[in-house]
């Protein structure tokens, strides 16, 4: 079958790995290229593209399929810059949910999570022949603790540093790190935790994603008022609320997960999707989310720099909850639903936690913009700060001079279908 958007919903990213506003086209053909400005890469899977990655330059590319298979092609250099298979396998004995690169500049090593609870590390052996099914060998595996599907997975790159975060299906997000640096054959667990208080009661309908902020350091703003420059920041959505983490690491020990510095609400149904923007050049973060209810939404986190004089402790104590929202109303949402039925839950492994002060640093946040698109699954930071959005039709967004958010391309599998009946 041809990879199309209806069955890979990330195919839209593959518009995106050169720079520039509006979206190059990718064909296997100058025609194709003209008509609709996609290309239609002949995937012979027989079950639909749950996945998708690019490495850095955009000249490699990764799916994962509901087949349980892993695929891998290369972008051939030259005028046609035609991409070719280098290499399929059987990675999963189940639906192969998520595949993304470690180290994506290099290009050479996957982590994948499947239906089988397994999360495995992938590394290429150039030694054997393309499509050979061998060209990628299993140099690590770890199953679910505690026989429940992982969902969402994350890596983050701090130079000779990697972390990679795992959630799964009932909320438990686990921090993992190789053993030894540069090394990946082996993973150590760095700290665990339960993302809505406790385990979720089985069959109860959730949504969890994972997403780093991949800049090396907090924001400019954020380490003027306090966060440690090595602290790990990550977005979590879970169910219908985002929690945002600054995972720090004390003097003496590993990184350890605190309270969330910020919880971003607003949506009527459940996050889908959780996207940190890359751009490193703003003085406040920018999170962007994909909702049940058929809305993007663009949040602004900010944290205030303290006066002369005034204590990080003392700054939030101004407000009866560090985790407030820029209008000065707690970010803190009533408990209701499953968040009922947790209250009270203790993590798994309790313990004490050494307070390394990221909780007492206020975080504000304000909803910047609710984009409307109907049956939206997924979406994308592009380099240039663009925002993409997809359901079964690709939506670009771009913030305008006057800051406020419009829609300025859009493409859909409509057009495609349209464009190839008129060239009949």
Same mark, same amino acid.
């Given at each position: 079958?041809?990879?199309?958007?209806?069955?890979?919903?990330?195919?839209?990213?593959?518009?995106?790995?050169?720079?520039?506003?509006?979206?190059?086209?990718?064909?296997?053909?100058?025609?194709?290229?003209?008509?609709?400005?996609?290309?239609? $890469?002949?995937?012979?899977?027989?079950?639909?593209?749950?996945?998708?990655?690019?490495?850095?330059?955009?000249?490699?590319?990764?799916?994962?399929?509901?087949?349980?298979?892993?695929?891998?092609?290369?972008?051939?250099?030259?005028?046609?810059?035609?991409?070719?298979?280098?290499?399929?396998?059987?990675?999963?004995?189940?639906?192969?949910?998520?595949?993304?690169?470690?180290?994506?500049?290099?290009?050479?090593?996957?982590?994948?999570?499947?239906?089988? $609870?397994? $999360?495995?590390?992938?590394?290429?052996?150039?030694?054997?022949?393309?499509?050979? #099914?061998?060209?990628?060998?299993?140099?690590?595996?770890?199953?679910?603790?505690?026989?429940?599907?992982?969902?969402?997975?994350?890596?983050?790159?701090?130079?000779?540093?990697?972390?990679?975060?795992?959630?799964?299906?009932?909320?438990?997000?686990?921090?993992?790190?190789?053993?030894?640096?540069?090394?990946?054959?082996?993973?150590?667990?760095?700290?665990?935790?339960?993302?809505?208080?406790?385990?979720?009661?089985? #069959?109860?309908?959730?949504?969890?994603?994972?997403?780093?902020?991949?800049?090396?350091?907090?924001?400019?703003?954020?380490?003027?008022?306090?966060?440690?420059?090595?602290?790990?920041?990550?977005?979590?959505?879970?169910?219908?609320?985002?929690?945002?983490?600054?995972?720090?690491?004390?003097?003496?020990?590993?990184?350890?997960?605190?309270?969330?510095?910020?919880?971003?609400?607003?949506?009527?149904?459940?996050?889908?999707?959780?996207?940190?923007?890359?751009?490193?050049?703003?003085?406040?973060?920018?999170?962007?989310?994909?909702?049940?209810?058929?809305?993007?939404?663009?949040?602004?986190?900010?944290?205030?720099?303290?006066?002369?004089?005034?204590?990080?402790?003392?700054?939030?104590?101004?407000?009866?909850?560090?985790?407030?929202?820029?209008? #000065?109303?707690?970010?803190?949402?009533?408990?209701?639903?499953?968040?009922?039925? $947790?209250?009270?839950?203790?993590?798994?492994?309790?313990?004490?936690?050494?307070?390394?002060?990221?909780?007492?640093?206020?975080?504000?946040?304000?909803?910047?913009?609710?984009?409307?698109?109907?049956?939206?699954?997924?979406?994308?930071?592009?380099?240039?700060?663009?925002?993409?959005?997809?359901?079964?039709?690709?939506?670009?967004?771009?913030?305008?001079?006057?800051?406020?958010?419009?829609?300025?391309?859009?493409?859909?599998?409509?057009?495609?279908?349209?464009?190839?009946?008129?060239?009949?």
């Amino acid at each position: 079958m041809l990879v199309e958007l209806r069955s890979l919903d990330e195919s839209l990213v593959v518009s995106f790995k050169h720079q520039g506003s509006v979206p190059p086209p990718l064909a296997n053909s100058t025609d194709n290229m003209t008509r609709h400005g996609f290309q239609e $890469l002949d995937h012979e899977a027989l079950e639909l593209v749950l996945s998708a990655d690019y490495n850095t330059y955009g000249v490699r590319l990764a799916t994962g399929s509901s087949d349980h298979r892993i695929r891998v092609y290369d972008q051939h250099e030259g005028d046609d810059e035609q991409w070719s298979k280098i290499d399929q396998w059987r990675a999963h004995n189940g639906e192969v949910l998520v595949v993304k690169w470690i180290q994506a500049a290099l290009g050479q090593i996957l982590a994948s999570i499947g239906e089988d $609870l397994q $999360l495995k590390v992938w590394k290429e052996d150039p030694s054997q022949a393309p499509l050979s #099914g061998r060209r990628f060998k299993n140099i690590f595996a770890q199953s679910s603790a505690h026989q429940v599907v992982y969902v969402s997975l994350d890596l983050k790159t701090i130079r000779h540093e990697t972390f990679l975060a795992v959630i799964t299906r009932d909320g438990l997000l686990s921090l993992l790190e190789p053993t030894k640096p540069g090394e990946f054959d082996d993973w150590k667990e760095v700290d665990h935790f339960w993302v809505c208080g406790g385990r979720i009661p089985r #069959g109860e309908e959730t949504s969890f994603k994972l997403s780093f902020q991949q800049a090396e350091r907090p924001n400019y703003n954020a380490i003027r008022a306090g966060v440690d420059p090595r602290a790990l920041s990550i977005a979590v959505a879970a169910i219908d609320v985002v929690k945002i983490y600054r995972v720090q690491k004390p003097e003496e020990g590993a990184y350890q997960f605190q309270s969330p510095v910020a919880e971003l609400t607003g949506s009527d149904g459940l996050v889908r999707d959780v996207a940190w923007s890359p751009e490193a050049s703003t003085m406040n973060d920018l999170i962007a989310t994909a909702a049940s209810d058929g809305f993007v939404r663009v949040y602004e986190i900010h944290t205030p720099v303290k006066n002369r004089g005034e204590t990080a402790t003392s700054l939030s104590s101004k407000r009866t909850n560090p985790l407030f929202a820029a209008n #000065g109303v707690s970010s803190r949402n009533g408990i209701s639903g499953i968040g009922a039925g $947790l209250a009270g839950a203790s993590r798994i492994a309790p313990g004490a936690r050494v307070d390394v002060g990221t909780g007492q640093i206020p975080h504000e946040w304000k909803l910047l913009a609710e984009l409307k698109h109907d049956g939206v699954q997924t979406l994308r930071w592009a380099c240039n700060g663009t925002l993409v959005s997809a359901s079964g039709k690709v939506k670009v967004w771009k913030q305008g001079m006057d800051r406020k958010w419009e829609e300025f391309a859009d493409a859909g599998l409509e057009s495609l279908e349209e464009s190839e009946q008129a060239s009949t």
